[in-house]
């Protein structure tokens, strides 16, 4: 029963889905199914909700379309992809690319070995899986495993700092995840065998 119920949790750890995302530029973020790029508009669906209308933006709405294959467009104020933002002298302040930095991670780091390592260390020996916790919770993530989904916005302190902290932050609460989960199954399991 305890391993029906371990790779249920697991499965439902990896729910990964791949959409394309419209960044107006307000900032709006859209999750979509883009369908059709024209000279003047942008066509798509929305991610969830694939068989429904179909929905129309003018491309000067637009700073950038991110596709789930990881190809981008950035598009100039003349409704074409064209150069990046620094060359386009849009100025983002500080805090801004902090907050951005934060919703970048929240999005794209998923750390499955904490919460696994902390579950499995705590299912084998409960003191073990508290001293794993401890440890993990006191590292923050290395730099190679942060799934950074775009290396010149990560070349910015301000995000950088953001993008990190967050991750931390989310490793932080996985880890404490797996060893509560380890802790539930322990106890489920003790009170199943009396």
Same mark, same amino acid.
């Given at each position: ?34 369908? %059709?790029?024209? %000279? ?20 000067? !709405? ?10 981008? !467009?950035?598009?100039? %104020? ?22 951005? +930095? ?17 579950? +499995? ?48 932050k989310i490793k932080k609460t996985n880890a404490v995840l797996g060893f509560a989960t380890g802790t539930l199954l322990l106890v489920t399991v003790a009170m199943l065998a009396n």
């Open positions: 029963m305890k391993y029906v119920l371990l790779v249920f949790m697991l499965m439902a750890s990896f729910s990964l889905s791949a959409q394309d995302i419209i960044i107006k530029k307000d900032g709006t973020e859209i999750q979509a199914k883009v369908t %059709e790029v024209n %000279e003047l508009d942008i066509k798509y669906k929305k991610f969830d909700n694939q068989d429904g209308p179909v929905y129309t933006l003018l491309k000067a !709405e637009v700073f950038m379309v991110k596709y789930q294959n990881g190809d981008k !467009e950035v598009y100039n %104020e003349n409704n074409s992809p064209g150069p990046g933002p620094a060359e386009q002298n849009l100025v983002i302040t500080a805090d801004e690319m902090y907050r951005k +930095g934060i919703k970048d991670a929240g999005k794209n780091y998923y750390p499955i070995l904490p919460w696994l390592g902390t579950l +499995g260390s705590t299912m084998l020996f409960w003191p073990a899986g508290l001293g794993v916790t401890i440890g993990t919770f006191a590292t923050p993530p290395k730099e190679k495993n942060l799934n950074i989904p775009d290396d010149e916005l990560f070349k910015d302190p301000n995000y950088k700092k953001g993008y990190k902290d967050k991750a931390y």
